[in-house]
């Protein structure tokens, strides 16, 4: 269940700010910003030209020409046609054109430059985020999420600022021109389109945010209905085995029912939209061929049989910029759910605070101290209390305990995955918050229960933490840590994720690598207890090779792997309850004393259970 809080546009105008937010994106590349206007503006002011040649045409050349041609029929004469005006509009019209395809190719170019780089921004920033933020951000953030943040998000809001952006654009210059044009040539006949405009814009916004809402829910219904039926089909034995086939039917059903009601909502509005808008436009434009009409046969005349022309061409030519302008503004409406997303994970605060100012660490001898240190990852559920401990640099230390006891946190408050609420952690005397996040981490060498492997090659995954490293050194690494099979396979691919390898050799590579980066502080999390015993017991062999001279934290479920440890220390409850050597806890009798000999004699159970 993913439980961030995404940052909500909570101002009166909701889509203003996000609009916004995304344009300071765009003008990254003014140039080719201003370049997609100027290019819209250019393919806008064609558009509304066309009605202007046709208007002149019709007064200056085909109605005199008509004119001329009836004058000499009357006067039983015959006149003889200039063709060279259809010629000279012919040439306006396919000028216009070239002119507009022109147009058209730089904006959409444009356009697709624009959203590409957005694009590129946008998860090139959350990216970087996600690999800054600490632990805790990961403990609430599903995968899922932040991978549809990084793909279906990202295109959303990408097309509202390319393609979207040049349907608003388009549109409202579209309206301007034209409007503009028919208030130059008739003010009465522009006043008729000018009231249709608001008319048609609140129409057909309305619809469109009545269609998205339907479709919206339509797509939650689709999800749940999708994991309704996954789940009854893989449970369909529990289902018929408790004679609950009838209930789980009516439960589809309801659904079902609910589905069907989205959808048909959401089809009825979509049917509806284009016959109400063209039932405007074509109220607007009857209204402007009846004025028009009567102000072109009055006498004198009003206006000219070309302006009642370009007029009611005028008139048709609204709808689509409305209907542009409106689809602009429900797929920005829809698209505000997904911004929101985007940037509250790129404004998304890391808990894990460097100074400025702040020196690095020298070469890390490998002392640490917990001292007095608070530790909570919920407040009312503290982990650690007033917890205090000293690890001498060069000693190995084992951690051992229940599950939830504190045994990771410790480990992953040394590296600084999380930091203390309270109290401070000491590195060779001084407080880790003090020194950069870099230069500790880089002296850490960190093996977890389940490896990670990324895709390339066996040779590529060992050097991941020290790219300088030769291949002498990288074999030398991996005979330390049991995994010789691999010097004669470094260039083998390991494929995604490493499954190409089994558990054990994906285990026996995350140990290369953590060695291969020389680490001043090793730590090993539950590190061989999802291997086989013959990989755990090649690991062995070379661990405490590894651990010479280096200070070690290890989690083992295994305990019989920890008993070359130094120190062994018994967690409970966030608290050292026992702390010595194997030999000296098992003297005690004590909790560890417990849990080694009932491991031990659950292991020589079922050892004879498969003899």
Same mark, same amino acid.
């Given at each position: 269940?993913?439980?961030?809080?995404?940052?909500?546009?909570?101002e009166?105008?909701?889509?203003?700010?996000?609009?916004?937010?995304?344009?300071?994106?765009?003008?990254?590349?003014?140039?080719?910003? &201003?370049?997609?206007?100027?290019?819209?503006?250019?393919?806008?002011?064609?558009?509304?030209?066309?009605?202007?040649?046709?208007?002149?045409?019709?007064?200056?050349?085909?109605?005199?020409?008509?004119?001329?041609?009836?004058?000499? /029929?009357?006067?039983?004469?015959?006149?003889?046609?200039?063709?060279?005006?259809?010629?000279?509009y012919?040439?306006?019209?396919?000028?216009?054109?070239?002119?507009?395809?022109l147009?058209?190719?730089?904006?959409?170019?444009?356009?697709?430059?624009?959203?590409?780089?957005v694009?590129?921004?946008?998860?090139?920033?959350m990216?970087r985020?996600?690999?800054?933020?600490?632990?805790?951000?990961?403990?609430?953030?599903?995968?899922?999420?932040?991978?549809?943040?990084?793909?279906?998000?990202?295109?959303? !809001?990408?097309?509202?600022?390319?393609w979207?952006?040049?349907?608003?654009?388009?549109?409202?210059?579209?309206?301007?021109?034209?409007?503009?044009?028919?208030?130059?040539?008739?003010?009465?006949?522009?006043?008729?389109?000018?009231?249709?405009?608001?008319?048609m814009?609140v129409v057909?916004?309305?619809?469109?945010?009545?269609?998205?809402?339907?479709?919206?829910?339509?797509?939650?219904? /689709?999800?749940?209905?999708?994991?309704?039926?996954?789940?009854?089909?893989?449970?369909?034995? !529990?289902?018929?085995?408790?004679?609950?086939?009838?209930?789980?039917?009516?439960?589809?059903k309801?659904?079902?029912?609910?589905?069907?009601?989205?959808? &048909?909502?959401?089809?009825?509005?979509?049917?509806?939209?284009?016959?109400?808008?063209?039932?405007?436009?074509?109220?607007?434009?009857?209204?402007?061929?009846?004025?028009?009409?009567?102000?072109?046969?009055?006498?004198?005349?009003a206006?000219? !049989?070309?302006?009642?022309?370009?007029?009611?061409?005028?008139?048709?030519?609204?709808? =689509?910029?409305?209907?542009?302008?409106?689809?602009?503004?429900?797929?920005?409406?829809?698209s505000?759910?997904?911004?929101?997303?985007?940037?509250?994970?790129?404004?998304?605060?890391?808990?894990?605070?460097?100074?400025?100012?702040?020196?690095?660490?020298?070469?890390?001898?490998?002392?640490?101290?917990?001292?007095?240190?608070?530790?909570?990852?919920?407040?009312?559920?503290? !982990? =650690?209390?007033?917890?205090?401990?000293?690890?001498?640099?060069?000693?190995?230390?084992a951690?051992?305990?229940?599950?939830?006891?504190?045994k990771?946190?410790?480990?992953?408050?040394?590296?600084?995955?999380?930091?203390?609420?309270?109290?401070?952690?000491?590195?060779?005397?001084?407080?880790?918050?003090?020194?950069?996040?870099?230069?500790?981490?880089?002296? =850490?060498?960190?093996?977890?229960?389940?490896?990670?492997?990324?895709?390339?090659?066996?040779?590529?995954?060992?050097?991941?933490? /020290?790219?300088?490293?030769?291949?002498?050194?990288?074999?030398?690494?991996?005979?330390?840590?049991?995994?010789?099979?691999?010097?004669?396979?470094?260039?083998?691919?390991?494929?995604e994720?490493?499954?190409?390898?089994?558990?054990?050799?994906?285990?026996?590579?995350?140990?290369?690598?953590?060695?291969?980066?020389?680490?001043?502080?090793?730590?090993?999390?539950?590190?061989?207890?999802?291997?086989d015993?013959?990989?755990?017991?090649?690991?062995?062999?070379?661990?405490?090779?590894?651990?010479?001279?280096?200070?070690?934290?290890?989690?083992?479920?295994?305990?019989?792997?920890?008993?070359?440890?130094?120190?062994?220390?018994?967690?409970?409850?966030?608290?050292?309850?026992?702390?010595?050597?194997?030999k000296?806890l098992?003297?005690?009798?004590?909790?560890?004393?417990?849990?080694?000999?009932?491991?031990?004699?659950?292991?020589?159970?079922?050892?004879?259970?498969?003899?």
């Amino acid at each position: 269940m993913q439980h961030i809080q995404d940052q909500k546009f909570t101002e009166k105008r909701a889509l203003l700010p996000f609009l916004k937010r995304m344009l300071t994106y765009c003008m990254r590349y003014k140039k080719w910003f &201003y370049g997609f206007l100027f290019w819209v503006c250019i393919v806008a002011l064609v558009d509304a030209i066309y009605p202007l040649i046709f208007m002149s045409m019709i007064d200056q050349y085909i109605t005199p020409e008509v004119n001329a041609m009836w004058e000499a /029929n009357k006067q039983n004469t015959r006149h003889q046609p200039n063709f060279q005006g259809i010629w000279y509009y012919a040439g306006l019209f396919t000028f216009a054109g070239i002119i507009q395809a022109l147009g058209v190719y730089f904006f959409v170019k444009q356009a697709g430059r624009i959203r590409e780089y957005v694009v590129f921004e946008l998860r090139k920033e959350m990216f970087r985020r996600l690999q800054k933020l600490s632990f805790s951000f990961y403990d609430k953030s599903a995968s899922g999420w932040l991978l549809s943040r990084l793909t279906s998000d990202v295109d959303r !809001v990408a097309e509202v600022i390319s393609w979207g952006l040049v349907d608003a654009m388009w549109g409202f210059m579209m309206i301007i021109f034209c409007i503009g044009a028919m208030f130059f040539y008739s003010w009465k006949l522009a006043l008729i389109v000018l009231l249709a405009i608001p008319i048609m814009l609140v129409v057909s916004i309305k619809i469109r945010m009545l269609v998205l809402q339907y479709s919206r829910s339509a797509r939650r219904i /689709n999800s749940e209905l999708t994991a309704y039926y996954t789940e009854h089909i893989n449970g369909v034995i !529990v289902n018929k085995s408790t004679a609950q086939e009838e209930r789980v039917g009516l439960g589809f059903k309801r659904l079902s029912g609910n589905m069907l009601n989205s959808s &048909y909502r959401a089809s009825y509005y979509t049917a509806m939209y284009m016959p109400l808008i063209i039932m405007i436009g074509s109220l607007a434009a009857a209204l402007v061929v009846y004025w028009g009409g009567k102000m072109a046969i009055a006498i004198p005349a009003a206006i000219t !049989v070309g302006m009642l022309a370009a007029s009611f061409d005028y008139a048709t030519k609204i709808f =689509l910029p409305i209907m542009d302008i409106s689809m602009f503004y429900a797929r920005a409406q829809g698209s505000l759910s997904a911004g929101e997303r985007i940037f509250s994970l790129i404004d998304e605060q890391n808990l894990i605070h460097e100074r400025e100012g702040i020196t690095d660490f020298g070469r890390i001898d490998g002392r640490i101290e917990f001292r007095d240190l608070d530790f909570y990852y919920e407040e009312d559920n503290p !982990v =650690l209390k007033d917890f205090n401990l000293s690890i001498e640099a060069g000693q190995s230390i084992a951690l051992v305990g229940a599950t939830g006891e504190g045994k990771s946190t410790i480990a992953n408050l040394v590296c600084r995955f999380y930091e203390p609420t309270g109290g401070q952690l000491l590195i060779d005397g001084t407080d880790y918050n003090d020194r950069s996040l870099r230069s500790l981490r880089s002296q =850490l060498g960190v093996v977890l229960q389940t490896p990670h492997l990324f895709s390339g090659t066996i040779r590529e995954n060992i050097v991941y933490g /020290n790219q300088e490293a030769s291949d002498e050194a990288i074999k030398t690494a991996l005979r330390q840590t049991g995994g010789e099979e691999f010097i004669e396979r470094l260039d083998e691919l390991v494929g995604e994720e490493g499954q190409q390898l089994s558990q054990g050799q994906q285990q026996l590579i995350s140990f290369a690598r953590a060695v291969l980066a020389d680490p001043r502080i090793f730590i090993m999390d539950e590190a061989t207890s999802s291997i086989d015993t013959l990989t755990e017991a090649r690991i062995q062999k070379g661990i405490q090779r590894v651990l010479e001279g280096r200070t070690a934290i290890v989690i083992a479920h295994r305990l019989s792997t920890i008993r070359h440890c130094d120190r062994i220390l018994v967690i409970q409850k966030g608290s050292i309850i026992e702390d010595g050597s194997h030999k000296a806890l098992m003297g005690q009798k004590g909790k560890y004393y417990d849990l080694y000999t009932r491991q031990l004699r659950e292991e020589k159970l079922g050892e004879l259970l498969t003899a």
